[in-house]
């Protein structure tokens, strides 16, 4: 990979319990990446010379809302928009997702399966709940019979890669399956967007959401894309400045306005927005394809849970199943410098359902699963030192 999507802070070391001083391995990377040299760029480049976006004359105005926009047409280009839709940038995907729940139009029915981040599990009004299929087939027939006796406007929520297993779900067989039916299909591409290219001819969807910090780039930037037409008429997610097109004398008397500006009221987060461009940017220069096949080949040595039980391919993201995840954690940070994740992964009805199906003794709902996660910069080593370690610990 080039120099602009090298990791900054890579060579960050602890010291263990003995003296010894090792190279952190951070494999946590599905919580929140590190953050690449063309993120850290922009920023530098940016600070000296920002002021407020859309909200002045003066040159560090202008120089501002130049990149904000810039930062929104790469965005768009990342994701493959077509006519008709827009980016709305946001703080992150749980945003993102709530911002879309508080627009649908009334009456809308949503279908989620219960496999989701609770960022895409929670903020639909009474959505129908279907179980975390088990394999392909039975994600298709849950599908398909949900939306036979749904009847209004519907919109499918469903991930593009699981938080928890890695697994890419088959998203353009069901969004498809959405669309025959006059559904409407969001994709929650907070764990896939890092890894595969995501655009919304290659997913079918309606709407793509993703989070700045799993994608290389500093927190508090995340994006909602999608149609502009159910946002365009709904009511603004913030009021206040930007949401506003005109304000009369009287309470309530509002034009909000129209376009990403309608969502994005307030002052808007120009450096984060900025970096989350830059590394979009320099994603769709680099050559994914050989990112997707070396995070294959780290996860090959690897065996975790999972739901379709094979059937689908995974990005690079496993979790077991085994006694004291959180103790494991834990001794994996302190005595081996590796950073991993336990527990449920705010994934509560999938982890229950994973950790009841496990065979391993020891491993129950409440203690939930070990997460490791890879993506740009891990290396062989990484997963080799997490091997053994774990090795040492059971
Ligand atoms: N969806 C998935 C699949 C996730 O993994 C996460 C974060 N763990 C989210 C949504 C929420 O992302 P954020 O915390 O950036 O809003």
């Given at each position: 990979m080039s120099d602009e999507l090298d990791i900054i802070g890579a060579d960050l070391t602890v010291d263990l319990p003995g003296g010894r001083t090792v190279r952190f391995a951070h494999l946590d990377y599905a919580a929140s990446a590190p953050a690449v040299r063309v993120a850290a760029d922009a920023v530098t480049k940016l600070l000296p010379l920002y002021g407020s976006v859309h909200r002045g004359t003066g040159r560090r105005s202008q120089k501002s809302t130049l990149e904000y926009e810039r930062a929104r047409d790469i965005v768009a280009e990342f994701l493959g928009c077509r006519p008709g839709d827009e980016v709305i940038f946001t703080r992150n995907t749980t945003d993102s997702l709530n911002l879309l729940a508080r627009s649908l139009p009334a009456g809308t029915t949503t279908i989620v399966f219960d496999g989701e981040h609770h960022a895409n599990l929670l903020p639909w009004p009474s959505p129908v709940r279907l179980s975390a299929p088990s394999s392909v087939a039975s994600a298709v027939d849950a599908l398909t019979s949900a939306l036979a006796s749904s009847r209004g406007p519907a919109l499918l929520a469903i991930t593009g890669a699981s938080n928890v297993t890695g697994e890419i779900w088959p998203v353009r067989r069901l969004a498809d399956i959405a669309h025959a039916h006059g559904a409407r299909v969001v994709v929650d591409a907070a764990q896939l967007a890092p890894h595969v290219p995501v655009s919304f001819d290659d997913l079918g969807a309606d709407y793509i959401a993703f989070s700045g910090h799993k994608l290389y780039a500093p927190f508090g930037a995340g994006v909602l894309a999608g149609r502009q037409d159910w946002l365009d008429e709904a009511q603004p997610y913030l009021y206040g400045g930007g949401a506003s097109a005109a304000v009369g004398d009287?309470?309530?008397?509002v034009t909000w306005s129209t376009g990403p500006a309608r969502h994005e009221g307030g002052t808007p987060n120009l450096i984060g927005a900025v970096a989350l461009g830059a590394v979009c940017d320099a994603l769709l220069r680099a050559d994914r394809a050989a990112l997707l096949e070396h995070e294959q080949s780290l996860l090959a040595g690897l065996d975790g849970v999972s739901l379709f039980g094979g059937e689908v391919p995974r990005v690079g993201i496993v979790s077991f199943a085994l006694p004291d995840p959180s103790g494991v954690a834990e001794r994996l940070g302190r005595d081996y410098g590796i950073g991993v994740r336990a527990g449920q992964f705010c994934a509560h009805p999938l982890v229950r359902r994973l950790t009841s199906a496990a065979t391993t003794e020891g491993c129950d709902t409440a203690t939930g699963l070990l997460r490791a996660s890879f993506g740009l910069g891990s290396t062989a080593e990484d997963v080799t030192r997490l091997v053994e370690a774990l090795d040492d610990l059971s």
């Open positions: 009287f309470a309530g008397d």
